[in-house]
Nanobody, 121 residues
Framework: QVQLVESGGGLVQAGGSLRLSCAAS????????MGWYRQAPGNERELVAF???????NYAPPVRGRFTISRDNAKNTVHLQMNSLKPEDSAVYYC???????????????WGQGTQVTVSS
């Protein structure tokens, strides 16, 4: 059973910073891309950033230049450093991992439970 556990959300003033972390645990053969999504009330879940197993990154335009994604392959963890936060960044942030549980398993998507980020103006 694979689990993704997030931490680091909270309340911060506009212009402040937060760092989100996500650790994958359980039966894992290989972790491919890992990433962060967010969902604000009334909106669909949207991609924030992802990072491949080789370290290539991609960011959604609204966060480019303010957020930085990183990962530790040995620990199966992914982090999201969020700087210069804006009220419109407020949302529930979800960790995502595309991984294989066994050599014979297909790649599947796994999700964390979500962590709330609230940015006050």
């Amino acid at each position: 059973q694979v689990q993704l556990v997030e931490s680091g959300g909270g309340l911060v003033q506009a212009g402040g910073s937060l760092r989100l972390s996500c650790a994958a645990s359980g039966s894992i053969f290989r972790t491919n891309a890992m990433g962060w999504y967010r969902q604000a009330p009334g909106n669909e879940r949207e991609l924030v950033a992802f990072i491949t197993s080789l370290g290539s990154t991609n960011y959604a335009p609204p966060v480019r230049g303010r957020f930085t994604i990183s990962r530790d392959n040995a620990k199966n963890t992914v982090h999201l450093q969020m700087n210069s936060l804006k009220p419109e960044d407020s949302a529930v942030y979800y960790c995502n991992a595309k991984l294989r549980e066994r050599m014979s398993s297909p790649e599947r998507d796994y999700w964390g439970q979500g962590t709330q980020v609230t940015v006050s103006s």
